[in-house]
């Protein structure tokens, strides 16, 4: 994992050199650590702030101040989204107000990664590469929701283990009706014992 991150750590670090208001802005967390768990793979990284640089490991070198739990595709989100880091989707442990201030710096960083994989492959290849990287991250997107639409749909028609709308509007109407006429029975069981 640490081969994969090197590159992942070398680029932003590239796109914070060119982002200054970002990198002075980084100064406030210098010497603070965030485990970023990425639960669906089970793999914690560890994103150590020191010079104005991030120092990205799968080692525990640094006492954590922050830990962000959630899938790949949602934490892949923060970069874009930063508001989606106080979402139901994510959980926070450790420091809130860092939490905070974090969220607040990435809203604030431009991180233009099509440029920094311009540097790497030349622009003829940039453009196809980045192109195809949005066509699967959308690809993802839309099959993961048709998964979901689909599973649900099968379980509702196929199998019958969950009910339908229908059903479940029938199941709540049994149920009014079942109160009234205890509510009914009730009252008139009360009329009766006071009549003796």
């Given amino acids: ?6 590159p992942i750590e070398l680029a932003l670090n590239t796109a914070l050199a060119q982002d200054l208001e970002t990198r002075v802005r980084l100064e406030q967390f210098e010497h603070r650590c965030i485990a970023i768990d990425i639960n669906d793979f089970n793999q914690i990284i560890h994103v150590a702030i020191n010079n104005q640089q991030l120092h990205l490991s799968t ?25 989606s880091l106080f979402s139901s989707d994510i959980e926070i442990h450790g420091d809130v107000q860092f939490a905070k201030q974090l969220r607040d710096l990435l809203e604030g960083f431009d991180f233009d990664w099509e440029a920094q994989l311009a540097r790497l492959t030349g622009d003829t290849l940039a453009y196809p590469i980045a192109h195809g990287i949005r066509q699967l991250s959308s690809w993802v997107r839309n099959t993961h929701q048709s998964l979901q639409e689909n599973t649900a749909e099968y379980l509702r028609e196929e199998v019958r283990m969950l009910p339908d709308i229908s059903q479940i509007k029938d199941y709540m109407s049994d149920i009014d009706t079942l109160r009234a006429d205890f509510d009914r029975l009730e009252a008139r069981i009360g009329r009766l014992e006071g009549n003796k």
């Fill in 1 to 6: 994992m640490s081969v994969v991150l090197k």
């Fill in 59 to 83: 080692d525990a070198k640094h006492t954590v101040d922050l830990t962000i739990t959630g899938k790949a595709l949602t934490l892949a989100k923060l970069g874009h989204q930063p508001e």
